[in-house]
């Protein structure tokens, strides 16, 4: 019986059929639209059109362009700092972080070395507020200035007669009326204060002996102790660890490392056309409507890629670290004796000598290239924010290969008595 039952079912769908063809109506052809396989129509654009126009950074140096809100109710400190990328390490941490699956457990991070020496303050500078925005009212320098500063306002020093400043110096002979005049207008009349402070890039190897010089905004206290606290820094150096400390949220301003002129594909990530493509399979196959006649900027193009000025924001300081102390890689839980360097130094950069920082993750730009360090515009509250790190490894085996040794002693032991080191 159930074999004639299911033979009649077969029969009544094999009747029905479409009227204008000559397929059953149970073929696949006729499945319902929700089964029915097709291509999108539609998808998330390539690359972001919030960084437009992508091209050339105006300048070298990461330009901050707000400063964190003034707080009037603690004292006068300072809201940035200027550090040279060294290079990338690893290290090895206990997670604290309640609930996580990884609380309590070791983890293996990425952070980035910058070096840091300490900063001189050379000047102050006092903005008023207006309409527009702030205007400078006055700059008022200290009295002596290094060499490496005076090459930064020079287009070619070796031919110069070396005469920057030599008029200035004289509002310091008759008990620097002038400069206390200066002053007191700033105290006077303005409502920001931000002091002129620049590198020792002499102090580290890069290439370079023109000192990168910036403007740093003075936070804290009224505008007379802004002042004070400025003026008593003339010709003085700040290290790193009287801006920011351990744990500590930071964002880093630079230029990202440059790669020329770059075709759509890489630029934005477009998709490559089919292989037998006429003239080309990394471009846009169409770059838009009849109308409007115009190609639109919203377009993928070909053109500059990198060299971006790009800010980003929270990164974590896991150490400051201080180039006079000889071990300064130690931890608590790693014994080695060795400092920060890997072995044979940074790849293309050479040794940390002087103070460092180990931040989070990546920062942007090459080796050798400076950024700018500001504190965070807003508190944070998060619990990366809060969390205290505590590092129990930092990676120093050889960046350039694969290292398996932490310092030359320990692969002189392994390795005994080779034929490099008997010569």
């Not at 390539?46 to 105006?58: D, I, N, V, W, Y």
């Not at 008023?128 to 002596?144: F, I, P, S």
């Not at 200035?145 to 070619?156: P, Q």
């Not at 809060?386 to 398996?404: A, M, N, P, Q, W």
Request: proline share 4%; with cysteine.
């Amino acid at each position: 019986v159930t074999g004639s039952i299911a033979g009649r079912k077969r029969v009544h769908e094999a009747s029905l059929r479409c009227p204008i063809s000559p397929l059953p109506l149970s073929s696949p052809v006729y499945r319902r639209r929700s089964q029915m396989s097709h291509r999108k129509f539609e998808r998330p654009r390539h690359g972001s059109l919030g960084f437009l126009p992508r091209k050339r950074a105006s300048r070298h140096r990461g330009k901050v362009k707000s400063f964190p809100k003034d707080d009037r109710s603690k004292a006068p400190h300072l809201t940035a700092f200027l550090a040279y990328k060294a290079g990338m390490t690893h290290i090895l941490r206990d997670v604290d972080k309640p609930g996580s699956k990884a609380h309590k457990k070791e983890v293996v991070e990425a952070v980035t070395v910058l070096e840091a020496p300490p900063m001189v303050v050379v000047g102050m500078v006092g903005y008023v507020e207006t309409a527009k925005g702030l205007r400078a009212l006055t700059t008022v320098w200290a009295e002596h200035l290094n060499d490496e500063v005076k090459r930064r306002f020079y287009k070619n020093w070796y031919r110069s007669k070396k005469k920057a400043f030599t008029n200035y110096v004289k509002k310091y002979a008759d008990g620097q009326k002038d400069i206390n005049a200066e002053l007191e207008r700033i105290k006077q009349y303005c409502q920001c204060v931000r002091v002129l402070a620049h590198t020792q890039i002499r102090k580290i190897k890069v290439g370079q002996k023109k000192a990168h010089l910036m403007e740093i905004q003075v936070n804290g206290g009224d505008l007379a102790a802004k002042v004070d606290f400025a003026a008593q820094m003339f010709e003085k150096q700040v290290p790193v660890d009287a801006v920011f400390a351990k744990d500590e949220m930071c964002d880093v301003i630079g230029v990202t490392k440059g790669h020329g002129y770059e075709g759509v594909t890489t630029r934005w990530g477009c998709s490559r056309l089919p292989r037998k493509t006429h003239r080309g399979l990394r471009k846009v196959a169409c770059i838009g409507a009849w109308h409007p006649a115009k190609v639109q900027y919203s377009v993928p193009r070909a053109g500059q890629n990198g060299y971006h000025h790009r800010t980003e924001m929270n990164k974590k300081i896991y150490k400051i670290g201080k180039g006079a102390e000889e071990n300064n890689a130690t931890t608590e839980f790693d014994l080695t004796e060795k400092s920060i360097n890997p072995v044979g130094g940074f790849p293309h950069y050479g040794l940390v000598r002087e103070d460092y920082l180990l931040l989070k993750g990546c920062v942007v730009g090459p080796r050798k290239r400076v950024v700018t360090l500001r504190k965070p515009l807003f508190e944070q509250t998060q619990r990366n924010a809060v969390e205290e790190v505590t590092l129990k490894f930092i990676d120093t085996s050889s960046k350039f290969g694969h290292g398996r040794f932490q310092t030359l002693e320990e692969k002189d032991k392994f390795m005994g008595m080779r034929k490099k080191a008997s010569i």
